[in-house]
């Protein structure tokens, strides 16, 4: 069932996957079950401005219904920007951005990650950094910085343990991106 | 001459916001016979009565008229004030410049300013006629009936007897309990309703303060507070309850079938039958309508005789009771009994009915498998049908999925606009019920709004939904019968914003709360009036909750709207500490407005025997000659025997000719 379905079709709750509210719980939605879909962290919701189809509130619904296939379809998920205004206005303390979050646990164990997020996954494990572009150290040095920022990048031996890490959560078993331990990489290969 | 005062409230904004008082006190000032007005922002206030004592016991006035808002209300308070002057009372008269004024005409200031000089000055003219009244008291029967026997009648029976009074409680089915008996159980702590009612039931059955008479109705009530004359009909049951013990054996023996009435006609009784296991009293009765007459055993008549044996050839209930309590030989009266019973107040508690299920074509109401609550409570309940097991009526077999639909019949035009309040917190309780006995079961409850208003309720309503009852905010739109007894139901989410269907084995309508049949009819006995959705109107919706507009009697529980059995329980207690008043007391005050005949002058034609309502009036013989004679005791001054007077030889004193003559005198210039 895909976001369209939802804006037009009917959805089928028989169809509803009703363990679904349990796997959120237990990927750190704890407080899922304390909504009342009051919309309060709608309306201080970015992405309800921004149009997207499901936002904090109806994420909520339809995690309550089972809906999982239609939240996986869809990317709003992806595009929560972890304001946390939501978490902060709750009246029932649901932190709607903690479901937000275990929704996208839900989503790559599924694989149902867009392309970005691996390119991110795959930048964080070489680099450090989810976003490390190619010429930022002529860019920085240009403007008096050296090369590379004092972060991993530059203490190949805390990218190690960064890697090690890594290694140890649940994301080598999804096998996302490749983990191989080459040790420092001047940029992202993507 | 008399000399008036009139004294115009403010009513804060309420008739100052409309009413120019100034303006009226002014106009009032000039008015014959006043000698002084006076405004004041609450004249029923402690400093505002105290303007009207200090005038009296100042020699200044002595005729008052308070223009504010509702006598039905204040009166009582300014006659007080009057007498605490050193008045006599009845030298009061209001105008209702409020209800009558300000409220209704408060978009136009001008014209209720106009309007309450006209009813200031109507009133005036009536206060220069007034006379001074006593009041007499009139001695209480220390009794009270209790029409109804649910939870809140017999709490209210209850509290009566162990006060010490006589009360005698009318239950029109068999054995009391009520709506409460078919329950499984109870919110907001769940507990098994049968374990905490039977018990009541049983004190209701034994106490000897009370007079247990069910199978009856009440037939007539005549009279007034401290001492209404009750006419009970005694339903016939056909058998002698005096030596019936409730065994069943004649029960087991009847092979004609019935729907249940207390199963919500989901299983069948017997036409001879005890209402249910736990009855009070648990005695049998014959439905005669739907008795086979086994054996040509027709009510009344001598048994055959059997050609071989020479024994008489008796029905089979004749033959299965043990004490003889069933003898279909004796000759009944369909009738009944009626039973005249004298009591000083009354208590009205006679609950509600579930609505139906069959005008809800659209929900598929024709499907066994669509049921209401109640016959849910039914299947839930271990006296029900299923003996607790949640089968559905179909086939059977364990629902895997239920749809609970709210507001069926309420909030809705059509049906009854007003919120039956209590099915939010008894859906929740029964998917509750079954969420925790079996919780594989999904379960939807569609609503408009939950409303879950109450001690313990949100925290029950938290409690559910945690436990992973689906809830989803839509009016459900359709319920349409798929094949294999399944049912899809339409609605849409509004929280999701899109339309749904769902498959369910079960739906389950929370239909709305209704006023018990009958109740109006009750309720013209009784003198009271029931509001537009037809429960019966307490006098005032804040101040006066249990009281009538029928000095005497009471309310309590769904009589007076949809309640939850803790808030009909307090009111039923309420209800009969405001009864014990006049009980307690012994005596009552009777106003003196009421009629009186001129016998000299009365020509006995009997017009006014025919139209007076209470029955109070009656031709006697006086000097060979019969004239009108008016009972003090019955007479409730509603002055129609006055008006109809061919020969205006009959006085209703506080509303004389010349008074009401002068009255409409001033309205009229």
């Known amino acids: ?190 | 001459m008399p000399r008036i005062g009139v004294y115009i409230c403010h009513c804060g904004e309420n008739i100052a916001g409309a009413v120019n008082v100034e303006e009226v006190r002014k106009y009032a000032e000039k008015l014959p016979g006043v000698v002084l007005a006076r405004n004041y922002l609450f004249m029923c206030s402690d400093p505002g009565q105290e303007l009207i004592k200090q005038d009296i016991k100042n020699g200044l006035i002595d005729r008052v008229v308070v223009a504010a808002c509702t006598p039905r209300t204040h009166e009582p308070i300014f006659r007080k004030a009057v007498e605490d002057g050193g008045l006599n009372k009845y030298l009061l008269e209001m105008a209702n410049i409020r209800d009558q004024d300000s409220w209704p005409h408060w978009q136009d200031k001008e014209r209720a300013t106009a309007k309450a000089k006209k009813l200031v000055a109507s009133a005036v003219a009536k206060a220069a006629f007034l006379e001074p009244l006593e009041d007499r008291f009139v001695e209480v029967t220390r009794a009270s009936l209790v029409v109804g026997g649910g939870v809140a009648g017999m709490f209210a029976a209850l509290d009566l007897a162990n006060m010490g009074y006589k009360v005698y409680l009318v239950e029109k089915s068999p054995s009391v309990g009520g709506n409460m008996a078919k329950l499984d159980k109870t919110f907001p702590t769940n507990d098994c309703s049968a374990c905490i009612l039977t018990p009541i039931m049983v004190q209701v059955g034994t106490h000897p303060n009370i007079e247990l008479l069910t199978y009856s109705e009440v037939e007539s009530v005549e009279g007034s507070v401290g001492n209404f004359k009750v006419k009970v009909r005694k339903k016939q049951t056909y058998i002698d309850w005096d030596k019936c013990t409730g065994c069943g054996d004649c029960v087991n023996a009847c092979p004609a079938k019935v729907p249940n009435e207390f199963n919500e006609g989901m299983d069948n009784r017997k036409a001879i039958y005890i209402e249910f296991p736990q009855a009070v009293p648990k005695r049998a009765v014959v439905d005669i309508e739907h008795c086979l007459n086994c054996a040509k055993r027709i009510i009344g008549t001598q048994p055959r005789t059997h050609s071989k044996t020479g024994e008489p050839i008796l029905a089979p209930c004749e033959k299965a009771c043990k004490t003889g309590a069933c003898d279909r030989s004796r000759a009944y009266n369909p009738e009944g009994e009626i039973v005249e019973l004298n009591v000083g107040t009354i208590i009205v508690a006679a609950g509600y009915k579930v609505m139906d299920k069959a005008p809800f074509k659209e929900y598929s109401p024709q499907s066994p498998n669509v049921i209401t609550a109640m016959q849910l409570e039914r299947i839930l309940s271990a006296t029900g049908p299923t003996e607790g097991q949640l089968k559905r009526p179909s086939d059977g077999e364990k629902p895997k999925t239920i749809a609970f639909i709210s507001c069926v019949g309420s909030r809705d035009k059509r049906y009854h606009t007003y919120c039956s309040k209590v099915c939010c917190m008894y859906m929740l309780k029964e998917a509750r019920l079954i969420k925790e006995k079996y919780p594989h079961i999904d379960i939807y409850i569609f609503f408009i709004d939950v409303r879950t208003g109450g001690k313990d309720f949100e925290e029950y309503y938290n409690y559910c939904r945690d436990l992973g009852i689906k809830m989803l905010r839509g009016r459900v739109g359709a319920v349409d019968e798929l094949p294999g007894d399944r049912l899809r139901v339409r609605a849409y989410d509004v929280d999701l914003g899109a339309p749904v269907e769902l498959e369910a084995d079960l739906v389950v309508l929370a239909t709305a709360i209704e006023p018990a049949p009958d109740l109006e009819e009750l309720g013209r006995k009784l003198g009271i009036t029931c509001g537009s959705e037809g429960f019966m109107k307490e006098l005032h919706t804040k101040l006066y909750p249990v009281e009538t507009s029928v000095k005497g009697i009471y309310i309590a529980g769904c009589t007076q709207g949809p309640k939850d059995i803790p808030e009909s329980v307090s009111q039923a207690r309420a209800a009969s500490s405001a009864a014990a008043v006049p009980l307690t007391l012994g005596k009552v005050i009777v106003e003196p407005l009421i009629s009186e005949v001129n016998q000299r002058k009365c020509t006995g034609c009997g017009t006014c025997v025919q139209l007076c309502p209470y029955s109070a009036i009656s031709l006697v013989e006086d000097k060979g000659r019969l004239r009108s004679k008016i009972d003090e005791a019955l007479c409730a001054g509603c002055g129609v025997c006055a008006a109809a007077c061919p020969s205006g030889v009959i006085t209703l004193h506080g509303f004389t000719n010349a008074q009401i003559h002068a009255q409409i005198k001033a309205l009229a210039c």
């Open chain 1, 1 to 190: 069932m895909s976001s369209d379905q939802v804006a037009t079709g009917v959805i089928n709750l028989s169809e509803g996957d009703s363990s679904l509210a349990n796997e959120i719980k237990e990927l750190g939605g704890e407080e899922l079950m304390e909504c009342i879909q009051c919309a309060k962290c709608a309306a201080a919701c970015p992405m309800v401005l921004a149009g997207f189809p499901f936002f904090n509130k109806r994420i909520i619904q339809a995690i309550f219904l089972g809906l999982r296939d239609a939240l996986l379809d869809d990317s709003s998920i992806w595009a929560c920007q972890s304001c946390n205004r939501c978490t902060e206005v709750c009246p029932r303390e649901v932190n709607p951005f903690e479901i937000i979050q275990a929704m996208r646990r839900v989503a790559i164990r599924e694989f149902a990650l867009p392309t970005l997020s691996i390119e991110g996954l795959k930048s964080l494990y070489d680099t450090g950094h989810a976003v490390y572009l190619a010429g930022a150290g002529n860019t920085r040095a240009k403007v008096g910085l050296p090369e590379k920022p004092p972060s991993t990048v530059a203490n190949p031996e805390a990218l190690k343990e960064l890697q090690a890490v890594i290694r140890k959560t649940a994301l080598a078993d999804l096998g996302i991106i490749p983990m191989d331990e080459s040790g420092v990489k001047e940029t992202c290969e993507v």
